[in-house]
C-alpha cells in the first residue's frame, strides 16, 4: 500500500496514519505513508514520508491510494467573511492541487477518499438523515458541497472516489473533547442551550477504522472495470452512490457512530467521565452573541446515521459514548 494524504499531521490523520502502519507491520506487508504538506521543515515520525505542494506539482511517483483530509477547522473561530473564505480556500486548493497531479499521472491512484462533513445535510433537528437524505442549504452544506463537488472530478480520470462526511469526533486529543477538557475539569462545563439538540458523534478510533474498511472494501472490487462495477456493490450491499457525469463509480459514507445523544446527555456522560459537576448553561441568546452565525453548530442539532458502513457490515467498537471517552486508542 502507498497512500499520500493531505492533512496527515492533523488530529485524524496522524492517528490514521499511525493505525494503518501499525496494521500492515503486523501482517507483514509493506506499506508506504507520505504527508502532503506546504511545510518542508514540519516535524513528522520517522516511517513517514514528506512531499511539498510544490513538488506534488513536478513529481512522477504512483500512489495506490489518496486520501484528502486537508481543511481549516469549521468551528475554530467564528464565521467572518475572511473566515468563511479561508475554510473555502483551505479545501479547495489541496484538492485542485490533487486534482492537476491525478490528471497528468500516468498510473491514476485505485480510489481517492475525499473528507467532507455532516454539515452538508444542513440543520435539520431529530431528523434521522442517512446517505440518501436531502439537504438544507446554509453556509456548512454549501462549504461541504463545494469541496465534494470538487472532489468528484477525479471520476473524470477514471479514479473511484469515497466521501466521508464526519461527525463530531470524539478523543482527548484534540477535536471538541480536547477544546472542553479544561472548563469541565475547571466545574464550569454544562449543556449548550436547551441541550435537546442532537450531536452525531464518532470516536477516533472507529473513524480511523472506518475508512480503513472504506479502502479495503472498494480496494477488493477493483481487479477490473467491470468487476469493481459488479463486485463492489456486492461486497458493500449499499445505496450510497453517487451521481457523476461518466461510469466511474463514486460513493459517500456517513461517519457517525450509530448512537447520537443530545447535548445534554453528552454533558453529563463527559461530567461523569471527568468526575466533575456540570451545573452551568450557556443560553442561546449569549452563543449567538458569541459565535454568530456558527452558533447554529452548537445550537442545531443533526441525527445523522451511519447506514452505508452498516449495511455493509462494519462493526463499530465504541458505539456509545461511554465507551468511546474509556476505551481510547
Known sequence: MNILISGGSGFLGRAF???LIKRYQKDNKEVQVTWLTRDSKQAHPDDIKMMTYDELAKTDKNYDVILNLAGAGIADKRWSDARKEQ???SRVKPTEALLEFIARS????KLLVSGSAIGWYGAQGARPLTESSDFNTDFSHKLCDDWEQLALKVTNYGVPVAIVRTGVVIHPDGGMVGKLLT???MGVGGQLADGKQVMSWISRADWVRAVMFIIEQLLAGQASQQAQLNSVDTVLKVDND??????TPAYVYNLTAPNPV???TFTKTLGVWLHRPTFFTLPAF????????MSTLLIDGQKVL???LLNAGFEFRQPTLKQALEQQS
Open 87 to 89: 475554510l473555502l480556500a
Open 262 to 264: 443530545t447535548n445534554q
Open 242 to 247: 453517487l451521481k457523476t457525469a461518466n461510469d
Open 306 to 308: 451511519p447506514q452505508a
Open 17 to 19: 496514519s499511525k493505525a
Open 286 to 293: 449569549l452563543l449567538k452573541l458569541m459565535f454568530g452565525e
Open 106 to 109: 500516468s498510473t491514476k491512484p
Open 183 to 185: 472548563p469541565f475539569k
